[in-house]
């Protein structure tokens, strides 16, 4: 599962950790760059991501950090390069992106993506470590800060998944559906519901989670659904 959004969807309105202004700021720099109008350390931006897009995300790495020798504390470059990190399984790497971000934050903040999303994306990577009582209070932070992000709701409903609090999940994972629907909340309240002994909802949920793309709901429907 991406509950990061570890990639950039440039056709979402939002994706987790990267907003589509962004998209347009990179395009605008992709054309104008060939224009000769931009200097090498913006180039370096656009290389960066270019890497990213075709998933060499350890040149991506090393571009952004190559940028940040001049610029250290721009905080956008320092998330570009967790979620670089959080695809080569860099998960201590990311967190520590994350946490020079909330360092930076209040004399260097974000422009042109949420705080609230380095606290999501900071809990999330714990989630991959499995270390989910150690990621919650940090979901907690990114709902105070904003509580309209579907996947801000979905991520403590994953957390809440597992650590068996599966009323709490439930009510997250109907909150992050109501505010978009998506096939990860479906996946994720199929398995609650399943937990909870609601076999045929949480077999529709994991049917409509297949619908919106996700393959391995078929693989829960086949062990669960029978």
């Known amino acids: ?12 309105e939002t994706t987790f950790g990267f907003d589509f202004g962004v998209a347009i ?5 992709l054309l104008s760059s060939k224009k000769g109008v931009f ?6 931006i656009q290389v960066a991501f270019k890497y990213y897009e075709e998933k060499d995300f350890a040149k991506s790495v090393a571009t952004f950090s190559k940028y940040l020798e001049n610029d250290k504390n721009n905080t956008d470059v320092i998330f570009y390069r967790a979620l670089a990190k959080t695809e080569l399984n ?4 990311a967190i ?10 209040s ?5 042109y993506n949420k705080f609230a999303t380095v606290y999501n994306n900071k809990a999330y990577t714990l989630v991959r470590l499995k270390k989910f009582q150690e990621a919650l209070p940090f979901v907690e932070k990114a709902l105070e800060l904003d509580k309209t992000e579907w996947f801000i709701w979905d991520t403590r409903g994953e957390i809440y998944y597992h ?3 599966y009323d709490k999940s439930l009510k997250d994972l109907n909150k992050a559906i109501e505010l978009k629907e998506n096939d990860n909340s479906y996946f994720l309240r199929g398995l609650v519901y399943i937990k909870l002994g609601q076999k045929e909802k949480g077999c529709k949920d994991l049917s409509k989670s ?10 829960k429907i086949k062990i669960n659904c029978k």
């Open 25 to 29: 700021i990179f395009w605008y720099i």
């Open 1 to 12: 599962r991406a509950a990061i959004f570890n990639h950039f969807d440039w056709y979402n």
């Open 39 to 44: 200097k090498s350390s913006e180039n370096l």
């Open 163 to 165: 650590l068996a609090n």
């Open 107 to 111: 004399n260097y903040p974000l422009q």
């Open 96 to 105: 520590s992106d994350y946490e020079k971000i909330i360092e930076l934050n």
């Open 90 to 93: 860099d998960f201590y790497g």
């Open 210 to 219: 297949g619908e919106l793309g996700n393959t391995e709901a078929y693989e």
